[in-house]
């Protein structure tokens, strides 16, 4: 089972959106509704920030989207902070044995 | 507040094991799922084991199948996982993570375990 395919950083200014795309196959992204994605900044613990594609857990700014097209998924942070500058990783169920599949990683920075 | 307390890690040769443990507080481990995640030295997070609220299921990356057990202690409030036959690949940071229809709804720190003589 592959990583998930996505960008290796992206960037923006405050106040501006950016967009994290997380690119599968039909056996997991394109196959069913569980990608979740999730904040970290190093040298703390992984944060989830949406789930089931697009639900955002109670607490996450609504700033954070989530959507899904075919075999892609995509994080949307609108209005960029500072404090939004962290890696970010997809996560979407399989149907390998391998049951959870993450992302590569990207690392979003506000200029 | 519910949190997760990851210990164990630590320096073995290859072929080595180790038994990580993970301690659940301000919530009651036995009600949902948990997994172990870990991340390489400068890569991305990759998912290892997952196990069911009683324990009666278990399930396993390829990458360490046959090697690894999860179990969990419910009475105890605490899970762990087993890792025999180390290789140096197996070097990373463990994280715990509370696991819900197929989410990581909450994670410890980590633990770190490196493998190399």
């Known amino acids: 089972q592959s990583a998930l395919t996505q960008p290796a950083s992206v960037s923006g200014s405050p106040g501006q959106s950016i967009t994290i795309s997380c690119t599968g196959t039909?056996?997991?992204?394109?196959?069913?509704?569980?990608v979740s994605w999730y904040q970290h900044h190093p040298g703390k613990a992984p944060k989830l920030m949406i789930y089931e594609v697009s639900h955002r857990p109670s607490g996450v700014p609504d700033r954070f989207s989530g959507s899904k097209s075919g075999n892609t998924a995509s994080l949307t942070i609108s209005g960029l902070q500072a404090e939004d500058e962290a890696d970010y990783y997809c996560?979407?169920?399989?149907?390998?044995?391998?049951?959870?599949?993450f992302g590569t990683g990207t690392t979003a920075s506000v200029l | 507040e519910a949190q997760l307390l990851e210990s164990g890690g630590g320096l073995v040769q290859p072929g080595g094991s180790l038994r990580l443990s993970c301690e659940a507080t301000?919530?009651?481990?036995?009600?949902?799922?948990m997994s172990w995640v870990r991340q390489a030295p400068g890569k991305g997070l990759e998912w290892v084991s997952i196990?069911?609220?009683?324990?009666?299921?278990?399930y396993y990356a390829d990458s360490v199948k046959g090697r690894f057990t999860i179990s969990r202690d419910n009475p105890a409030n605490t899970l762990y996982l087993q890792m025999n036959s180390l290789r140096a690949d197996d070097t990373a940071l463990y994280y715990c993570?509370?696991?819900?229809?197929?989410?990581?709804?909450?994670w410890g720190q980590g633990t770190l375990v490196t493998v190399s003589s």
């Open positions: 039909s056996s997991d992204v394109g196959g069913y509704n569980y």
């Open positions: 196990i069911s609220s009683t324990g009666t299921n278990t």
């Open positions: 996560c979407s169920y399989t149907s390998s044995s391998t049951l959870y599949v």
């Open positions: 993570a509370k696991t819900i229809s197929r989410r990581f709804v909450s």
């Open positions: 301000g919530f009651t481990l036995s009600s949902d799922a």
